[in-house]
């Protein structure tokens, strides 16, 4: 029998209960002082002083701003990229003229050096011939295989982490879970993989593995187990719970169930996540590149350390195409396995 | 394996394919379900549970592969006595029919059919999803016994309607050579023909086999028409067990149109 009182046992009114009342506007204006104070603290106020004072720039209402001439000053200096690669022919081990590489060619230039004079200890500048080997395209291809490394590491930190977190989904996942101590182990196992920030693990991998590919990759893997193990198990238990239920009806066991009725179900679901990963990682590996985890972010540490603006330009632009290239391609994808 | 493929050995047992006795089930909440259910169905006979919605009968149905635990009395399938510790091998005699089909959309017709014997294959078939030949083929035979056509076979079962999905549940269901056919609802998401037509198939397909089958219904005319034996539920209770033909107007009024006595 149902009772005729309400939940909090008074008689239900004819009335529409009112969508918000005063305890909901109080927590808004407390989480808007708390954010003022944050904002305050953190010198967000800059944010639009700064952008402000470029904007007047531009339209020319200022002189200057200190935002235009520090974006002004590195564009600058970062375009043209380079593309062509050019080393002094005496720098070059076993240099042999007669077999250059393909679609390079030698140039004369007159290089001008400041020497001491022993004599009369004056600096005196001294001009002589330099013979450099031109690669045309040799930087831009140097960049591109660092590129591809990177993917690589990207591709490479995804599989082990797909490897990794497919056990590790099947024992967080609540309805599948062999024992709740497991799923307890197993879901702190997970949170702490996502917790590590892959540039920090890679500091320490670096320590470990030495400088390269293998401690970015492990770096990502980490992390990327604990991102997809934690989403592969709520999709586990989020699936329609039907057609489980008819196989277990059916007299199925539980690895069955998961392999027929679970993962048919989640598999684009699934897809998504690892894609998303996917993308994620080839940006990461680039990332983790900066602290010695190889591919085009050691590359780029190298060249931004040494004020070689020209070449941090041709790198960031192969990042940017690369990027903008596999996210077309991961949408196609995506569209293919949901269709 | 042998004893699933021929039916001969279970269909020479003489007593009732399923009984209860005095079932019961309370739910934590104090809910009571069912309080004393007892009736049998004997093999190849169509047995329909009618009911108001919240009558018992989904719970009753369920009761038998335990998707939900007996709390009083017993229940038997071809005599043997339900318990938590040969529920894996009982089930094997039971198949079931639900409402919303539950199927697994994404796989295919015939990927779906032979999960039937799924209780029987290694898990390594299960992961592979392949099957041994003799299954396929069964499988095969099952899609074209519910009316199927080969173009059928490889779709996937969301690209069906929601009678085919039904139908596709129907040989999922048989593949298993069950003593036992439980159908809730198996009509109630259908159109009125479509709902004659499968469950036509079901006693057909089940009378063919020697299975017996429990179906709970909740409209009086398809449970008149094919019911071998309607056993009428009323808040948990059985208050009609019988042909057909002597359902009374009084049965149908008791347990659809009169309000809940004073508790």
Redesign the interface.
Known sequence: MKSVLGRRGVAPSWSVQRPFGWRTLIGLVIILVIMGDSAHRLGLERIFIQTGEAIAASVGLQERSQLGDAVGRITGEMFPITIEERKPVTRIENFDEARLPPFSHLESVDVQEQVLNSDTLQLETVTHTQRVLVEPAGYLLYVLTKMVETIEIAIWATIFAIVMSLPLAYLSARNYTPHFVIYGAARGVVSFFRSMPELITALFLVIAFGFGPVAGILALTLHGAGFLGKFYADDIEAADKRPQEALQAIGAGQLSILRLAVIPQVLPSFTAQTLYLLDRNIRMAAVVGLVGGGGIGQELKGRYDLFEYDRVGTILLVLFITVVGLDQIASRIRRHLLS | MRDFNSCEDRLAIDGPALSFTGVSKAFGDGHQALADVSFDVAPGEFCVVLGASGSGKTTLLRMV?G?VDVSGGEIAVTGERLSTANM?RV??K???I?Q?F??????SVA?NVM??T??Q?T?WR??I?LYPRSVQNKALELIKRVGLGADHVNRRAARLSGGQQQRV?IA?ALM?DPAVI?ADEPVASLDPKIAHDVLGLIREAARERGAAVLCSLHQPDLARQYGDRIVALHQGVVVFNGPPSALSGDVLHQIYHMS?PA?
Do not use: D, P, S, T
């Open positions: 592969n998707l894996a089930r094997r039971i198949a079931m639900h919303q539950n199927l697994i959309e994404r796989l990927q999960a039937g799924l209780a294959q898990v299960a992961m999803k549940a999922r298993c439980l809940a508790a």
